[in-house]
């Protein structure tokens, strides 16, 4: 008799544990399917920049004047964490004239000239960034990194003599921003960012070509 109750008692147990674990299964069904598109797989983002540049450094001998011709695109895999990793290639130009004056040079030619100064930089970087909030989030601020290379072209002009020095050199650019939708289920988006440009380009007065860029994007986001 004990052995058929402590039996029947074991049945129960087991069946309510079995009950018990299959509604924690089912719970835990249903968080991940209320979980959104963007927290089960990585989607793609890509953005449009324009921006403007403050020469840092050297780069303020060479040509001391903000760069408002600066462009870029971005495409970006986001992941479901808190980072994303991508791309980015852009076209920066600035360019600056100064009075006519005489210039003197070492094979003792003196030339009265305008002298016209222009540099022309195209990155092209992979980006990693770590965001501050989740993937849900409509407002994300991030830090990033950005290392690749970048085409340098250094053109001066003393009228229609012209000294240039072009190539392709190393180049880094940390970052700080944010990203941000216009709507929670919105595809549309934008974003803004500070970053600091650092080339390793030199050529006469230019000892690396040094930048701080402020820039604002146009974003579209997919899965």
């Known amino acids: 008799m004990n052995t058929k109750i402590i039996l029947s008692l074991m049945g129960i147990l087991w069946a309510l544990g079995a009950v018990a674990q299959t509604d924690l299964e089912q719970k835990e069904r249903d968080i991940e ?28 001998n060479f ?17 479901p964490g808190r980072f994303s990793v991508g791309a980015r290639i852009g076209q920066q130009y600035v360019s600056e004239r100064l009075p006519r004056q005489v210039f003197s040079f070492e ?67 940390p970052a700080v921003g944010a990203k941000f939708q216009f709507g929670k289920n919105n595809n549309l988006g934008g974003e803004i960012q500070a970053q600091y440009q650092h080339v390793f380009f030199n050529y006469n007065e230019l000892k690396n070509s040094t930048n701080l860029l402020f820039s604002v994007g146009l974003s579209y986001r997919w899965l």
Not at 33 to 60: C, D, H, I
Not at 63 to 79: H, L, P, Q, T
Not at 136 to 143: D, G, I, K, T
């Open 107 to 173: 094979d003792g030619t003196d030339i009265s000239a305008v002298q016209t100064r222009a540099l022309t930089t195209i990155p092209l970087l992979a980006i990693g960034s770590i965001y501050l909030n989740d993937i849900n989030s409509v407002f994300r601020p991030y830090l990033q990194l950005g290392a690749g290379g970048a085409y340098v072209d250094y053109v001066r002009y003393y009228g229609t003599l012209v000294d240039q020095k072009t190539g392709v050199r190393g180049a880094v650019a």
């Open 33 to 60: 399917f209320n979980k959104t598109l963007y927290e089960r797989f990585v989607s793609g983002r890509a953005t449009v920049f324009y921006g403007v540049g403050l020469p840092q450094g050297s780069q303020q």
């Open 63 to 79: 040509i001391d004047k903000v760069g408002n011709r600066n462009f870029a695109v971005a495409v970006e895999a986001m992941f």
